[in-house]
């Protein structure tokens, strides 16, 4: 069987180092590992217009910010095929058949899907009508939330892991490289293939996730040391910020709280700061930067005694980050001057997208019964039946 790789993100921000560790570097090394057959990464303009109909314009501007990181990462347009997903339509129409396989019940124990209706402020029992919730209320960020409220929640958005299994199976993707957020979306995708198969016959090919192998890529925390990175805390680091910027980020970042004066014992575990070094730090880092200290372990073992400064660990994070974003920003600063290409790259690549996703929609409509004009047998059984009728 062919191994094929699908994969995708909402352009709704420019990506961040969470993105970065979490899937995008996965994605370059497989590129550049030549195991797979085909590779394709989608911009999910589609889903990111669930929770943004009324946000157009934000997904529009996005789609570059998001086709700019990915060619900066480093995937290449001659390996993979990088596509828009609302330009392949016929994923539209295969989440269409796979709705009648997933029950309401189903979707509503989504985990993903549920911590993002809280995320949102959808509302689970609002009973207010559409027409209601059309009147704006309050501007900003709390009028924006009371207003999704009061709306409820979107058919579109709760239905988004339904077409999230379009889009994996359209490609007959055999590997999913995605963050943790991600697993229960493969699993639902995993349900509808066997739900398909066993129903219409052996069609569609099931998908496995392929994870971040190191705890800290993940879930990467924000600078703040929360959970996630996330734009609405302002807690990122971009693909696209400067080293400035990203001297500045590191030098504001969580670190041990306890950690007062150089000479105290301080605290590796739940510190950012060691966080983003096990996520990004290579031995040739430390030849390079830190000579004084053979490897991460020996660094955090100097922390933990204590005698070892955060400054002195952050303006090494900051070396090594600017030393693994310094290529992306050089890329990046080349595709910017080719914004034309860029799209046109982007055009080609969705209609390579389309005619893959339209031989399984072929495969599809037959598996269903519902490929009649290319049924000669069910029109010609028809015709005799009519005909000796008479
Ligand atoms: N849900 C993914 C995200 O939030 C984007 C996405 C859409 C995706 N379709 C996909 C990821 C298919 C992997 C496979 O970023």
């Known amino acids: 069987m062919e191994k094929i790789i699908l994969t995708g993100d909402r352009p709704t921000g420019k990506l961040h180092l969470g993105h970065y560790v979490g899937s995008l570097r996965r994605r370059?090394?497989?590129?550049?590992?030549?195991?797979?057959?085909?590779?394709?990464?989608?911009?999910?303009?589609?889903?990111?217009?669930?929770?943004?109909?009324?946000?157009?314009?934000?997904?529009?501007?996005?789609?570059?910010?998001?086709?700019?990181?990915?060619?900066?990462?480093?995937?290449?347009?001659?390996?993979?095929?990088?596509?828009?997903?609302?330009?392949?339509p016929e994923l539209c129409e295969l989440a269409f058949y796979y709705m009648n396989l997933v029950t309401v019940q189903r979707l509503q124990r989504n985990p993903t899907v549920k911590a993002e209706i809280q995320l949102r402020g959808f509302s689970e029992n609002s009973t207010e009508s559409e027409d209601e919730g059309e009147e704006k209320g309050e501007k900003g960020e709390k009028g924006e939330k009371q207003e999704q409220q009061r709306r409820g929640i979107p058919v579109g958005f709760f239905t988004y892991p339904i077409s999230q299994a379009s889009d994996i199976t359209a490609f007959r993707a055999t590997t999913v490289p995605v963050g943790e957020d991600q697993e229960p979306m493969i699993e639902q995708t995993r349900e509808i293939v066997h739900k398909f198969n066993a129903v219409y016959g052996p069609t569609l090919v099931e998908p496995e996730i392929l994870l971040p192998d190191n705890a800290a890529c993940l879930r990467l925390p924000g600078t703040d040391g929360k959970a996630k990175m996330s734009k609405s805390l302002g807690n990122c680091i971009y693909l696209s910020d400067t080293a400035a910027e990203v001297k500045k980020k590191v030098m504001g970042m969580f670190t041990d709280p306890d950690h007062l004066r150089v000479e105290d014992p301080g605290k590796v575990e739940g510190n950012t700061v060691f966080t983003y070094l096990d996520a990004f730090s290579r031995p040739e880092h430390f030849e390079k930067f830190l000579p004084d200290?053979?490897?991460?372990?020996?660094?955090?073992?100097?922390?933990?005694?204590?005698?070892?400064?955060?400054?002195?660990?952050?303006?090494?994070?900051?070396?090594?980050?600017?030393?693994?974003?310094?290529?992306?920003?050089?890329?990046?600063?080349?595709?910017?001057?080719?914004?034309?290409?860029?799209?046109?790259?982007?055009?080609?690549?969705?209609?390579?997208?389309?005619?893959?996703?339209?031989?399984?929609?072929?495969?599809?409509?037959?598996?269903?019964?519902?490929?009649?004009?290319?049924?000669?047998?069910?029109?010609?059984?028809?015709?005799?039946?009519?005909?000796?009728?008479?």
Do not use: C, W
């Open 28 to 88: 370059v090394e497989l590129q550049n590992s030549g195991r797979f057959d085909k590779i394709f990464v989608m911009i999910a303009d589609a889903q990111a217009l669930t929770d943004n109909a009324d946000n157009p314009e934000k997904v529009r501007q996005n789609i570059i910010e998001v086709a700019l990181d990915y060619l900066s990462a480093g995937l290449d347009p001659g390996r993979t095929v990088i596509f828009i997903q609302s330009q392949v």
């Open 293 to 390: 200290y053979p490897s991460l372990e020996a660094l955090k073992d100097h922390y933990r005694r204590g005698g070892l400064g955060d400054v002195k660990v952050k303006k090494f994070l900051i070396n090594v980050l600017n030393d693994t974003l310094e290529p992306i920003r050089e890329r990046r600063r080349h595709y910017e001057q080719h914004i034309e290409e860029v799209y046109a790259m982007l055009q080609r690549g969705s209609e390579r997208a389309r005619q893959e996703a339209a031989q399984t929609l072929k495969d599809v409509r037959r598996a269903m019964r519902i490929d009649y004009f290319e049924d000669r047998e069910l029109i010609a059984a028809q015709a005799e039946m009519y005909k000796n009728k008479q």
